[in-house]
């Protein structure tokens, strides 16, 4: 699946993110939301904004990596500071993209060490989170369908699949496609298993249900799952039901990528 421009990227996290910031200014602080239950209207505000102003230090100072012990920015205590200080760090973080190269060096926590990996996550980022923000208000509107597909290449690639340099990741030969119904694309996972010890939590994982997108192999997959990019993406990150979402094929190797992708990512 062939990725956005860098400009469409940016584009799309100015939008949005302004449609985050919009709907957020018209809820109560205290709103639950749908996709994080454990937070409020204003740590979902917070979240973005925090994560946002991480990125601009990541993107402006590149640090070899960010410090342990770096600071951030101190939360406001009223709603509408809240929301001043995202208009704030938003637009800085997005100051720094546009002055920045993405094909330049710069840190990630994947394998991906440049500034175009931060376009592209945060895009999805904002998305998620506008998302997020729209349900929290009831207050609903389409995802981009181009953004979307790409969403779910990126979800299934980076957040779920991917593997760290610490561990390993051992495929078995059946594979699993998911055809976006609106796109006219698709994207083949191979399952398989993940085994590694995290160097800086000390943690194991032995033989953990794992996926990796793959090439299409020239073969028939084992499961088709399709249906519309913005519904899939919304699926995937849990922030949608199935109603939109057909299965076919070995529910066996189904029920291995549902585990697989079955993890709360925010």
């Known amino acids: 699946m062939a990725r956005l421009a860098f400009d469409g990227y940016l584009d799309h996290l100015r ?14 602080p205290d709103a639950r939301v749908p996709g994080c239950p454990d ?13 946002q102003h991480f990125w601009t230090c990541v993107v402006r100072d590149r640090p070899a990596a960010p410090a342990e012990d770096q600071v951030g920015p101190e939360r406001p205590s009223s ?8 208009d704030e760090h938003s637009a800085a973080f997005i100051g720094a993209l546009e002055a920045a190269d993405p094909a330049e060096p710069a840190w990630s926590w994947s394998d991906e060490q440049t500034v175009g990996f931060t376009f592209r996550r945060q895009a999805h980022e ?10 929290t208000a009831g207050d609903m509107t389409p ?3 181009e953004l979307a597909a790409d969403g779910v290449d990126e979800a299934l690639a980076v957040m779920f699949g991917g593997t760290p340099p610490w561990g390993e990741f051992t495929p078995l030969p059946q594979h699993l496609r998911v055809d976006l119904t609106d796109r006219d694309e698709s994207v083949w ?4 298993h993940f085994t590694g010890t995290d160097p800086e939590s000390g943690r194991s994982h032995e033989s953990i249900e794992d996926i990796a997108v793959v ?9 088709v799952v399709d249906g519309p990019a913005g519904a899939v993406d919304a699926w995937l990150w849990r922030r949608g039901d199935d109603a939109e979402i057909r299965v076919a094929g070995d529910r066996e190797v189904y029920a291995h990528f549902r585990r697989a ?5 925010t």
């Open 261 to 265: 992708v079955d993890q709360p990512i």
């Open 189 to 192: 996972v191979q399952i398989g």
């Open 79 to 86: 709603y509408d500071a809240l929301l001043a200080a995202f």
């Open 143 to 145: 995802l981009d369908p």
């Open 215 to 223: 090439s299409d192999p020239g073969e028939e997959p084992d499961v």
């Open 39 to 51: 937070w409020t209207a204003a740590d979902l505000l917070w979240h973005l904004t925090a994560g």
């Open 15 to 28: 939008g949005e993110s302004a449609r985050f910031r919009e709907v957020l200014a018209g809820c109560t």
């Open 126 to 135: 904002a998305l998620i989170h506008r998302l997020d923000a729209e349900q």
